[in-house]
């Protein structure tokens, strides 16, 4: 009897489950409103940057709504969740395609937003990632992709010459996370790094999603290395850190852009005290966003790491939309690479024949007491 | 030498705890022979119950140091083991007389099930703490290099001997180990002797969901960043542990999972750090090869 009653309350919720994703569908279809999506990593490890993505896409959508939306139409968004994995992102892609998204303000991984858009190319639709730097993803030639962030070349070579500059003749261990993102963006700073004439003492891979680095820890303490470049995201970035400070090693963790985020400092404690990465200059220091950043704390939300450039990133879509006169996703591809500059809450942005910013800026930031600041 | 000593201290404290989970793997398999899945879950389960237990404490001001830890600990391994007597109760023990794949699905599906409650529940995010044991001593120093010890090291060393010293006890020496052994070697004989073998089997439960339950505490304590994911990876390592030791056998896991840890760590030391788990799993396949019980199982328990 008790099983029996069971069975029917969880065939009951599974019922309302379906009916109400089913309403939600309808109400969508009704109203001929343009759907667009944000993907990213809803779950997993890199939730943190998802919700980042998620906040940027909500705000922009709700206030181009409230100015009356695009051409006419009202903005109704749409969450994927690729959760940074390849395999994921792709079915995601093929899921947010049948469902005739307009425009895609993602992936966050490079991972990710770069098998998604061979999908998103081939469904046509349009894709603006705000965080995916790996240079491949506008590389690859697709019509339909453009990033609102820089590229891990140019990151890479404004932190290998500043090692090479500020640390000189210090021990440098690069390490990265195999990942698209990770392992781009740690070659490219070898690279430069070489090029400024200093050798790094160690290069080596780390497996993800792992906690226990303390083997990898005692080796770069047994090389002597002082200074770790992690080409990876936060998590094991903090706790690369966090067991070498344990260890008693007095090292400086430099990062790329995917350690703007608060969880890194609640990952490596007081151990993230002085650790640098690049990212560009901060986006909520700009004029162009004052009016934007005041209506996110208004919310309570700290539009810190990619919400503003996932803003931009569906502000700009709008824009050349309008422009356009047409939704079309090829329409509004070559109006977003010739009609530029677009005024954004970034300031003004204008895209290259790739889909790249033209004048991206990386500058060094610094952890400090729970906060970060540029240097 | 200074740097095989550090990497030998890095490879205990983290072959201990595989260890320690790789005891409830091992002690289920010998009691029923099923391997049960969602145990990896129940050591995540554990390390998010310690984390609250470890909030409620610290944030009430009540208790501080070494007694807050106790008292985690013991929260924790309770409420653990009740989740694992729960599993047990929904999920395996109705389909007792049901042929052998049936409880291994329903342990997958229970796996599936805590993770997706543990995301639901506590969210998708990472949780991290601040470090609470800290400290440690330098025991060595060569040249610039120092071996450090930490007291967090040292804790884990410690915690894993003492416990792993009660239930050698529990189960060679008392009435409730000879009970569990009886099951193990024959259920249906021992319920015939007047052996309550579902309180047996679920005591075993609860013990291996205890022993999860300090394995996650420790895990929380010396790392600091759980998510509801962690169960896979560790829980796949200690399974492997158990395997290596000869799974059914108690002090088998505890050196399974010590070795897993050593493989790992010293290959991380000398050779490639990306292929650290390669080398583990090629060991793990070379000693089936060899000795198929793994290295300290019984050949004549007849089980598969």
């Known amino acids: 009897m008790q099983r029996r009653q069971l069975l029917g309350t969880v065939a009951g919720l599974t019922a309302a489950g379906v009916a109400g994703l089913g309403a939600g569908r309808d109400a969508v279809a009704q109203s001929g409103t343009l759907r667009i999506a944000s993907v990213g990593p809803m779950t997993g490890q890199y939730a943190a940057f998802g919700a980042q993505l998620r906040a940027g896409a909500e705000q922009a959508v709700i206030d181009l709504n409230a100015a009356g939306g695009v051409l006419g139409q009202q903005l109704a968004l749409e969450i994927g969740d690729d959760a940074c994995d390849p395999r994921q992102a792709v079915s995601v892609a093929n899921q947010m395609a049948s469902r005739q998204v307009k425009l895609i303000a993602g992936h966050f991984c490079s991972g990710s937003s770069i098998p998604a858009s061979k999908v998103y190319a081939e469904e046509g639709v349009l894709q603006i990632s705000p965080a995916s730097t790996n240079p491949q993803y506008t590389d690859a030639g697709g019509w339909n992709t453009f990033r609102t962030c820089g590229r891990d070349d140019q990151q890479g070579k404004v932190a290998g010459a500043y090692i090479a500059k500020t640390f000189a003749g210090k021990k440098v261990a690069i390490l990265h996370d195999n990942s698209a993102y990770g392992k781009g963006l740690a070659d490219e700073t070898k690279k430069s790094l070489n090029a400024a004439g200093t050798t790094e003492t160690v290069y080596a891979a780390y497996t993800p999603g792992e906690r226990d680095y303390s083997a990898l820890v005692s080796r770069l303490k047994s090389s002597g290395v002082e200074i770790i470049y992690v080409g990876g995201y936060h998590t094991e970035a903090g706790l690369i850190l966090r067991q070498a400070k344990e260890q008693g090693m007095p090292v400086t963790l430099i990062g790329g852009d995917a350690l703007v985020t608060n969880e890194f400092w609640q990952i490596a404690g007081a151990a993230g005290e002085g650790t640098l990465m690049t990212f560009a200059s901060d986006p909520r220091k700009r004029p162009s966003a004052a009016e934007v950043v005041a209506r996110f704390r208004a919310k309570n939300v700290d539009p810190e790491g990619y919400v503003l450039y996932t803003y931009a990133a569906v502000q700009i879509w709008a824009d050349a939309a309008k422009k356009a006169n047409s939704t079309d996703p090829e329409k509004v591809s070559e109006t977003l690479k010739s009609g530029g500059p677009w005024n954004s809450v970034l300031g003004p942005i204008s895209f290259d024949s790739k889909g790249d910013v033209t004048v991206p800026d990386y500058v060094f930031y610094v952890w400090k007491n729970g906060s970060y600041g540029e240097v | 030498m200074a740097y095989a000593l550090q990497q030998l201290i890095n490879g205990v404290s983290l072959g201990m705890i595989y260890g320690l989970i790789a005891i409830g793997y091992t002690m289920v398999y010998g009691i029923i022979g099923m391997i049960n899945f969602a145990h990896g879950d129940i050591f995540m389960i554990g390390a998010f119950l310690s984390l609250i237990g470890l909030l409620l404490i610290t944030s009430g001001g009540l208790l501080d140091g070494p007694g807050a830890i106790v008292l985690v600990l013991a929260l924790s391994m309770a409420f653990t083991a009740l989740y694992g007597w729960t599993v047990e109760r929904l999920a395996y023990r109705p389909l007792r007389g049901s042929f052998r794949l049936a409880p291994l699905i329903s342990a997958i599906g229970m796996s599936i099930v805590l993770q997706n409650y543990v995301q639901v529940s506590q969210g998708a995010r990472v949780k991290p703490i601040e470090p609470v044991v800290q400290g440690g001593f330098t025991i060595m120093q060569e040249g610039t290099f120092a071996v450090q010890l930490s007291t967090m090291q040292i804790l884990i060393i410690l915690t894993t001997l003492v416990i792993l010293a009660i239930f050698t006890w529990l189960v060679t020496r008392t009435r409730l180990g000879r009970a569990m052994r009886a099951c193990e070697q024959d259920r249906k004989m021992a319920s015939l002797l007047g052996i309550d073998t579902d309180r047996t089997i679920s005591i075993t439960f609860v013990i291996g969901a205890a022993l999860a339950a300090v394995a996650g505490t420790m895990y929380l304590l010396r790392y600091g960043v759980i998510d509801f994911y962690i169960g896979f990876l560790v829980g796949v390592k200690a399974f ?65």
Not at chain 2, 240 to 255: D, E, F, H, N, R
């Open chain 2, 240 to 304: 492997t542990a158990a395997v290596l030791g000869g799974i059914g056998s108690l002090p088998g896991a505890v050196l399974g999972g010590l070795l897993i840890g050593l493989i790992e760590t010293f290959w991380s030391a000398y050779f490639s750090v990306q292929y650290k788990d390669v080398a583990a799993f090629s060991i793990l396949i070379l000693t089936l090869v060899f000795m198929p019980t793994g290295l300290l199982g019984r050949a004549e328990v007849e089980k598969v």
